[in-house]
């Protein structure tokens, strides 16, 4: 008997597209266009139809493996030709890819008739990044109360639709403000324990409970759960084994490379955030320079996060067209320093430990230029580093909490769920 989630109707995202997709449109919830091919031409034209960027996967996948954004046909037919073993019956999955859009995800607890969800998890790293490697703060924090109640709703009328008993796990985007539905996993998720600490419940138990009701005769608690008030933030961030692997550029993608995750728990969500980061031993410095160099999409929105960490007290050096949109931002000239070529270069300043903090957006596959030394001189020589504009806003809002209130609430978790109320 599995007893962290079963279901009579088994249904993997990956494994049968069409079946899901009819339970979702009889539903009414919607999903990202979709398709699936077995050689370079059918992908090129699903692609096309579907309009680019694409998100392809294997139909057989674990933690994103194979998992690639592609932006063009030519990508896409070097990506079929590198694949392996796709047959008739192990397509290529072929989605749209979200743009732009806050991805987050839902666990629930189902008696195969009601189902009950705790709480929505936030990601604040944007669709693209595999749930395991996303930072995520629970309860969410961004997300529009009209998004959270339909998160729920379809939560539940998937699980009940599905008759899962037990636990189950959603996985959801939100485009523009419509939720779009990406992967229903009938079974527990490595959430469960995260989820289960912030709101107080134990998620296992009451799943098990369930299960187990045929020889028990104990009644379902489902119907009687009602939501719950959680007035603390907690943050999960991803644990990495990249300074083992030093010529391995750390950058994040569909493919999962996290090895273990941590949790922060606070009042405010810029000290949960400070405190995750320094429990997965990426500690965040509080003064000092902070290198900015970020791709041509980002640079709209590095601006805002570069005041915050200049009235936040640190110095800022960047590079080109970064450096340019952050002067003229009113940023004063002596806080911030451009980068030009020669000596003393980045790798100078960073052997030197003249930079304290590296937020870089990678510049993509697209670029004639490679900055993926950066980050792994940043692991080198052991400089925390971010990799996305929304980490570093919330690391930025992190610091200045510390900086301002000089320091760290401790509490036990009994403390912590004292202040929950239904």
């Given at each position: 008997?599995?007893?962290?989630?079963?279901?009579?109707?088994?249904?993997?995202?990956?494994?049968?597209?069409?079946?899901?997709?009819?339970?979702?449109?009889?539903?009414?919830?919607?999903?990202?266009?979709?398709?699936?091919?077995?050689?370079?031409?059918?992908?090129?034209?699903?692609?096309?139809?579907?309009?680019?960027?694409?998100?392809?996967?294997?139909?057989?996948?674990?933690?994103?493996?194979?998992?690639?954004?592609?932006?063009?046909?030519?990508?896409?037919?070097?990506?079929?030709?590198?694949?392996?073993?796709?047959?008739?019956?192990?397509?290529?999955?072929?989605?749209?890819?979200?743009?732009?859009?806050?991805?987050?995800?839902?666990?629930?607890?189902?008696?195969?008739?009601?189902?009950?969800?705790?709480?929505?998890?936030?990601?604040?790293?944007?669709?693209?990044?595999?749930?395991?490697?996303?930072?995520?703060?629970?309860?969410?924090?961004?997300?529009?109360?009209?998004?959270?109640?339909?998160?729920?709703?379809?939560?539940?009328?998937?699980?009940?639709?599905?008759?899962?008993?037990?636990?189950?796990?959603?996985?959801?985007?939100?485009?523009?403000?419509?939720?779009?539905?990406?992967?229903?996993?009938?079974?527990?998720?490595?959430?469960?324990?995260?989820?289960?600490?912030?709101?107080?419940?134990?998620?296992?138990?009451?799943?098990?409970?369930?299960?187990?009701?045929s020889i028990t005769g104990r009644k379902s608690p489902i119907p009687e759960m009602g939501e719950r008030k959680i007035p603390y933030f907690g943050v999960k961030e991803a644990v990495f084994p990249f300074n083992m692997f030093q010529e391995v550029d750390p950058v994040l993608g569909p493919e999962m490379r996290s090895t273990g995750e941590v949790l922060g728990l606070?009042?405010?969500?810029?000290?949960?955030?400070?405190?995750?980061?320094?429990?997965?031993?990426?500690?965040?410095?509080?003064?000092?320079?902070?290198?900015?160099?970020?791709?041509?999409?980002?640079?709209?929105?590095?601006?805002?996060?570069?005041?915050?960490?200049?009235?936040?007290?640190?110095?800022?050096?960047?590079?080109?067209?970064?450096?340019?949109?952050?002067?003229?931002?009113?940023?004063?000239?002596?806080?911030?320093?451009?980068?030009?070529?020669?000596?003393?270069?980045?790798?100078?300043?960073?052997?030197?430990?003249?930079?304290?903090?590296?937020?870089?957006?990678?510049?993509?596959?697209?670029?004639?230029?490679?900055?993926?030394?950066?980050?792994?001189?940043?692991?080198?020589?052991?400089?925390?580093?971010?990799?996305?504009?929304?980490?570093?806003?919330?690391?930025?809002?992190?610091?200045?909490?510390?900086?301002?209130?000089?320091?760290?609430?401790?509490?036990?978790?009994?403390?912590?769920?004292?202040?929950?109320?239904?």
């Open positions: 008997m599995n007893i962290l989630g079963t279901s009579p109707e088994v249904i993997d995202l990956a494994e049968d597209r069409d079946r899901f997709r009819m339970i979702m449109d009889k539903l009414g919830i919607p999903m990202p266009e979709s398709g699936m091919a077995t050689d370079v031409d059918e992908a090129v034209i699903i692609a096309n139809q579907i309009g680019y960027p694409v998100m392809v996967r294997p139909s057989y996948v674990l933690g994103g493996r194979g998992m690639e954004v592609v932006y063009d046909d030519d990508a896409m037919a070097d990506y079929m030709k590198a694949a392996v073993g796709v047959t008739p019956d192990r397509p290529i999955l072929i989605d749209r890819f979200l743009n732009h859009a806050m991805e987050c995800e839902a666990d629930a607890i189902s008696d195969g008739t009601h189902a009950y969800v705790p709480a929505v998890m936030e990601h604040i790293e944007l669709a693209g990044i595999h749930s395991g490697d996303s930072a995520c703060i629970i309860p969410s924090k961004h997300i529009p109360e009209d998004n959270l109640e339909t998160i729920k709703e379809y939560t539940r009328k998937i699980a009940e639709e599905m008759h899962v008993v037990g636990l189950m796990n959603m996985q959801y985007a939100i485009e523009k403000g419509k939720v779009f539905v990406l992967e229903a996993n009938p079974r527990a998720s490595r959430t469960v324990p995260l989820v289960s600490k912030v709101c107080g419940i134990r998620m296992v138990p009451i799943a098990t409970d369930i299960i187990t009701s606070a009042k405010s969500s810029g000290e949960a955030f400070y405190k995750a980061y320094e429990a997965a031993k990426a500690e965040l410095p509080l003064s000092g320079t902070v290198l900015m160099s970020v791709n041509t999409k980002d640079k709209p929105e590095i601006v805002d996060v570069a005041r915050d960490f200049h009235e936040a007290g640190f110095r800022i050096v960047a590079t080109g067209k970064t450096h340019e949109l952050i002067t003229k931002a009113g940023i004063p000239a002596e806080y911030v320093k451009k980068l030009y070529e020669g000596r003393p270069n980045i790798l100078d300043l960073m052997t030197n430990g003249k930079i304290q903090l590296i937020v870089n957006s990678p510049v993509g596959k697209d670029s004639s230029h490679d900055d993926s030394y950066l980050r792994k001189a940043a692991v080198k020589y052991n400089i925390t580093y971010i990799t996305t504009v929304a980490a570093a806003r919330a690391a930025v809002e992190g610091i200045r909490y510390i900086k301002e209130h000089d320091s760290k609430e401790v509490c036990s978790l009994q403390e912590w769920h004292k202040g929950i109320t239904s």
